[in-house]
């Protein structure tokens, strides 16, 4: 045990990236055995690898209708991949936060006994078990109420509603956006008990387990006043109602007469799917309508949510809502004039925004040379293929449509973007907390021209 602890706090990044790439790997060899496919032959590997990275990744691209295409088997095998994925990621991200944490602490110590305030196996244990007590938890209460909604509102059998509420809010709390209909949730779309339940599970999946946690030590504190909550969680919550409220009221304004969209509902229905899209689109692709509909203005609006993403240490992708909230903070600081960026009265450290920025360029820079290539590789229009790469790398699943119709070389573009996406920002926050560094000597300064 102590062998291990070693090599993880060692190389967690590497960890990290190497039990992810096995179990796509597992996923890949057994959706290509024939029986997880509906005629019983066998699935091509670069489909088999798509689906596997898609699941493993949570994202929900699709190359094949997960329905119609793969059989009982084949369903199961996605399903416990996304659940394990959703699983793993929360768990792997909030280990690797308080391993961050742990040794940043033991920097500012200089006994060795701060050494054994790391990654301890009670706090490993706290992890592990708050993850799957959360989980378990929404994912029971979602099941339920869909399960019921499916058997009495659709006429649904009880076995087959049962599983039809089991996957929808599997997929949904681990932001996996998989679903069996071939036109995910559209006929759906006008009913609030399966939209919401859907939009609130995915909120919560997409927060993050810190969050979570937080929330539920402090629910009797917030029975008696003001909860004194952490930093990451009050911005974690004002960034999300900001994100949700703000995505749903320019998506209603932009859609509000498409009639391949939100025009064709009535007034309470065109806001309940504008609030839909907007929760949907910046962490799990489910759709109510076609998303190959929307005006240019939309997409690039989605796709700019998709881009931020969720909260830290969940199922959602991106760059995440407090990376967001430090580069405004920063950005506000210095067009005051200020020389610390602030947020809710209190200071960022200059390592804080450093990463920030970090994680930000690097993942524009992800995305344009994907988007290059994917434009190299096929003929279709340039907002299509951005969205697609955003969804990618966002891990969301939202798609235009135009991801089955991908040549080979587009897909596995696709595939790497969405393997980098999902584990990208993780690692490469925690690789660069755990390697900072203190400088013992100052360099000459100097001043370039900006602007």
């Known amino acids: 045990m102590r062998a291990r602890h070693r090599v993880f706090t060692a190389h967690p990044a590497r960890t990290v990236v190497l039990a992810f790439a096995l179990v796509i790997l597992l996923g890949t060899a057994l959706l290509s055995l024939p029986v997880a496919s509906e005629d019983g ?6 489909t088999s690898l798509f689906t596997s990275t898609s699941a493993v990744c949570v994202t929900g691209l699709v190359v094949v209708d997960t329905g119609t295409y793969w059989s009982g088997f084949g369903e199961g095998v996605i399903l416990a991949l996304f659940q394990i994925g959703g699983f793993g990621i929360m768990t792997m991200a909030s280990l690797l936060a308080l391993l961050v944490s742990g040794r940043l602490r033991m920097r500012m110590q200089l006994t060795t006994q701060a050494e054994a305030k790391g990654l301890g196996l009670a706090e490993v244990r706290r992890v592990l078990l708050g993850v799957a007590g959360t989980t378990l938890a929404v994912e029971l209460s979602a099941s339920a109420i869909l399960a019921l909604r499916f058997g009495l509102g659709y006429d649904e ?9 089991v996957f929808h809010a599997v997929s949904a709390f681990t932001n996996a956006s998989f679903g069996l209909h071939a036109d995910s949730l559209t006929r759906y779309a006008e009913d609030p008990w399966v939209t919401l339940t859907v939009a609130f599970t995915i909120i919560l999946g997409g927060i993050g387990f810190p969050v979570i946690l937080e929330l539920l030590r402090h629910r009797r ?45 009535s007034t309470p229905q065109k806001v309940l799917n504008g609030f839909f899209v907007s929760a949907a689109s910046r962490t799990a692709g489910f759709n109510t309508f076609d998303v190959g509909a929307l005006h240019p203005a939309t ?46 009265g209190r200071r960022l450290t200059p390592d804080v925004v450093r ?32 969205f697609e790469a955003v969804s990618a790398f966002g891990t969301v699943g939202m ?22 996406g999902r584990l ?28």
């Open 41 to 46: 032959h066998a699935t091509g590997f670069v």
């Open 157 to 165: 059998s009880p076995g087959r509603a049962a599983y039809l509420g």
């Open 221 to 265: 504190r917030r029975a008696l006043g003001r909860p004194n909550w952490s930093l990451n969680t009050k911005l974690t919550l004002a960034a999300t109602a900001v994100l949700l409220f703000g995505g749903t009221v320019l998506i209603c304004l932009l859609e509000w007469t498409n009639s391949g969209t939100l025009g064709a509902f």
């Open 299 to 344: 997409l690039l609006l989605t796709s700019i949510l998709m881009f931020i993403g969720g909260g830290s240490a969940g199922t959602a992708g991106g760059i995440k809502v407090t990376t967001f909230a430090v580069l405004a903070a920063a950005m506000q600081a210095e067009v005051r004039g200020e020389s610390h960026a602030v947020i809710m």
């Open 355 to 386: 990463q920030a920025l970090t994680v930000a360029l690097l993942s524009v820079g992800v995305v344009v040379a994907s988007v290059l290539a994917l434009l190299t590789v096929t003929e279709e229009r340039m907002e299509a293929v951005l």
């Open 399 to 420: 798609s235009t449509g135009i991801t089955p119709g991908l040549p080979e070389s587009a897909r596995l573009i696709l595939i790497l973007l969405m393997f980098v």
């Open 424 to 451: 990208g920002p993780i690692t490469l926050v925690s690789a660069l907390a755990l390697r900072e560094r203190t400088r013992r000597y100052q360099l000459p300064e100097e001043r370039p021209v900006i602007g």
